[in-house]
């Protein structure tokens, strides 16, 4: 589990490709402080686990579903990539829940500036859009950012000047594509709605009414 705080900027040192997976070596410090074998370290968004490491680097596997479902397969040498460690018990909470397993890819199709603020505007499936609110959160090739606004097939987020310096988002552009993993509590709302109980054929459904009295809307 991880909060979207990118933690350092990793870069690329090389990838060995096979028919359907990667093996991705990539140059970092921070996020090696403490790291072990078989730790997870969230890359661009995606959870992947440490098959080897030294103090500047680590390798890691990209199995054939990874790689089909997430932009890594973009990857080259000396790109840079948004690394997090997995949270910590006991961590501050600076973004949103992110389990690093990404639902789709999306397209930036414009971006612009907004005073300090850079805005983005992202194509997304409606398999993605369904669990999109304004002001909820969604992860952005692993960065924790907020809804601005919905429209038709796509989204809006906002970076700040920080966030825009400190990941790689504030450097792509109209055309690239994003990894974006939605809200897992919209995932979970939504099951539960749709979740159907049977007991001796008296069947009850949880619905609206009834989370809402329950307490948990």
């Known amino acids: 589990m ?12 090389s990838i060995s490709k096979s028919a359907n997976s ?62 997090e460690r997995a949270l910590s018990l006991g961590a501050r909470l600076g973004g949103h829940l992110v389990q690093g397993h990404v639902d789709a890819i999306g397209t930036i199709l414009k971006k612009e500036t907004l005073d300090i603020a850079i805005i983005y505007k992202i194509n997304a499936p409606n398999s993605i859009l369904k ?43 109209p055309g690239d594509r994003v990894n974006i993993e939605s809200d897992i509590i919209g995932r979970y709302v939504e099951r539960l709605l749709k979740f159907d109980t049977s007991d001796n054929h008296d069947k009850s459904a949880i619905n609206y009414n009834f989370l809402a009295e329950n307490g948990f809307l």
């Open 2 to 13: 991880f909060t979207g705080i990118v933690e350092e900027l990793g870069i690329v040192r």
């Open 22 to 83: 990667i093996k991705i070596n990539i140059g970092a410090t921070k996020v090696i402080e403490d790291v072990k074998m078989g730790d997870s370290i969230a890359v661009n968004g995606v959870c992947l686990t440490v098959v080897e490491y030294s103090p500047n680097h680590f390798v890691a596997d990209v199995m054939p579903e990874t790689v089909a479902k997430t932009n890594l397969k973009e990857l080259k040498a000396n790109s840079l990539v948004n690394l």
């Open 131 to 173: 669990y999109i609110v304004p002001k909820g959160s969604i992860a952005i090739d692993g960065i924790s950012l907020t809804i601005v606004e919905l429209i038709n097939d796509s989204f809006t987020v906002s970076l700040i000047p920080h966030t825009a310096k400190n990941t790689t988002l504030g450097q792509k552009e």
